[in-house]
């Protein structure tokens, strides 16, 4: 029946047609309220760690086959590579990761907003600063952690957080700055509002080197909460929030003290950071990270996988229903990269074929349920392959004016491309020297910032000689990285 075939293949290519033109429709709807259709707001979401199956776990489990995420309830869809520019590592970490997202640039593993030769490289945050937005950085991980980081500091070890929290309130100047991490903010001995050494984990103790971070944002006017209902009763237009010492939830092994229970949820610090940052006439940049997906993913526990990803989906809703109140707003939920690669398997009674062997795992990795599909009388198993971050692609998301360009097949560095073109356009502010970008620096911000300039490409190893860099770039590109890796002596 070659009449019927041919039929059903135009109805097809139509339809397909008709799929490709309605993001753009709907694009064009939302962009009404912008005179030249770019984005006045930029609310980024990032679940780390958030895979494809992860994106599934959760539906499956939270909203089950028939219902929709928040997070998968936008028009705009593609997918990202995650790999970084190391000499060694072929899989990325957060901070590769966060760093090609917020800079548009590739780097190594565990450097934060500088380039694979170390020079720092200015961050949508900062370019949103110097036009004049407020900007916000919002994590249930420590503030200072390597994706927020990634946004606001510019160093070459990611673990350098007490230099990344300094440099937020003397450098880059988020307005707004909630999350967990207050033992960097604190001199040793020096407990702060968390108490050194508490039950739940005995090592987590105030450690910070820059002095007491927490006085300084207080005298540069910034309102500081320790808790939900201080975050609460806190006014703008600076807000400063540490929640917790280290991560707001507790990462032990599954049956060993695993908590996610964030004494502030993140869709309680988005809405307040909203709130805050909108205030500003000229616009607002906010990131918010989730953390507990990958942490409990390198755990291989699955429970509270859903349990992160059921909080991060409620702070999009929150992201979402101020966009709809603002149609100048883009509104992206993307990840940095993959941990676990689960697998979403049928219970052990129906995949019993022996023709087709299913390798369980043990210990850690071993599979994790069987867990209930939302709605269902169904359940399913997850199997865990690794404990570790993967290479594989992760799904990005979006809507408002410019989600548009976030279509397709691409590399995290067009997630950077993609917001700054649609806040900025053909011409973005320049940060030229972002430790310098502040347009009041005075004499001693100068100083500073001229030190850590300085500082930041000396990671303490012993420096490339100018004839070796010579010599290495005559071997190659990728020579220079190595020889900086094989001199620094670190992996
Ligand atoms: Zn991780």
């Not at 900007?135 to 990611?158: E, K, M, W, Y």
């Not at 995949?351 to 299913?358: G, I, K």
């Not at 994790?368 to 692609?393: C, I, Q, Y």
Request: net charge negative.
């Amino acid at each position: 029946m070659p009449t019927t075939v041919r039929g059903k293949c135009v109805a097809a290519m139509l339809f397909a047609l008709i799929t490709a033109l309605a993001p753009a429709g709907a694009g064009e709807a939302q962009e009404a309220g912008s005179a030249d259709g770019r984005a006045k707001n930029v609310i980024i979401f990032i679940g780390d760690g958030m895979g494809t199956s992860q994106r599934d776990l959760i539906r499956y489990a939270t909203v089950g086959t028939e219902g929709q995420l928040a997070m998968d309830a936008m028009p705009y869809a593609g997918r990202s590579g995650t790999s970084p520019l190391d000499p060694e590592a072929f899989v990325t970490d957060s901070a590769a990761g966060g760093t090609a997202i917020a800079s548009g640039v590739k780097t190594f593993n565990g450097a934060v907003g500088i380039d694979a030769e170390e020079n720092p490289v200015p961050t949508v945050l900062e370019r949103a600063e110097r036009a004049g937005k407020a900007t916000g950085l919002v994590s249930n991980s420590q503030i200072t952690d390597a994706t927020p980081a990634s946004f606001g500091s510019h160093v070459a070890d990611r673990d350098e957080q007490s230099e990344i929290a300094r440099q937020y309130l003397e450098e880059s100047k988020p307005e707004v700055i909630l999350g967990g991490g207050e033992d960097y903010w604190y001199p040793e001995d020096n407990p702060g509002a968390h108490p050194d050494e508490p039950e739940v984990d005995p090592e987590e103790k105030s450690a910070g080197t820059e002095g007491n971070l927490v006085r300084k944002a207080r005298d540069l006017g910034y309102e500081y909460a320790t808790d939900a209902a201080e975050l609460r009763a806190a006014g703008g237009p600076r807000l400063l929030g540490l929640f917790a010492n280290e991560e707001m939830f507790q990462q032990n092994p599954e049956g060993e003290g695993a908590v996610y229970d964030p004494q502030v949820a993140l869709s309680e610090m988005t809405q307040k950071a909203i709130d805050t940052l909108s205030q500003d006439p000229d616009g607002f940049l906010l990131m918010v990270e989730e953390e507990g997906i990958d942490e409990m993913a390198h755990q291989s526990n699955a429970e509270l996988v859903i349990e992160a990803g059921r909080q991060l989906d409620e702070a999009v809703e929150v992201g979402k229903s101020f966009a709809e109140s603002d149609a100048e707003t883009l509104v992206i939920v993307a990840a940095d990269h993959e941990t676990g690669s689960l697998a979403i398997e049928d219970t052990n009674e129906i995949q019993s074929d022996p023709a087709y062997p299913n390798e369980s795992g043990e210990g850690r990795t071993s599979e994790d349920g069987p867990l209930r599909v939302a709605n269902s009388d169904k359940k399913f198993l997850v199997d865990w392959t690794t404990a570790n971050h993967t290479a594989e692609d992760v799904p990005v998301t979006a809507m408002g004016p410019g989600g548009e360009n976030l279509v397709g097949v691409y590399e995290n560095t067009h997630i950077h491309d993609a917001m700054l073109d649609a806040l900025f356009g053909s011409s973005p502010p320049s940060v030229s020297a972002p430790a310098t970008s502040t347009t009041s620096a005075s004499a001693s911000s100068t100083a500073s910032a001229s030190a850590d300039a300085q500082r930041m490409p000396d990671t303490g190893g012993p420096s490339v000689g100018p004839w070796l860099v010579v010599l290495a770039g005559a071997l190659g590109g990728l020579g220079i990285l190595v020889s900086r890796r094989v001199l620094r002596g670190d992996g």
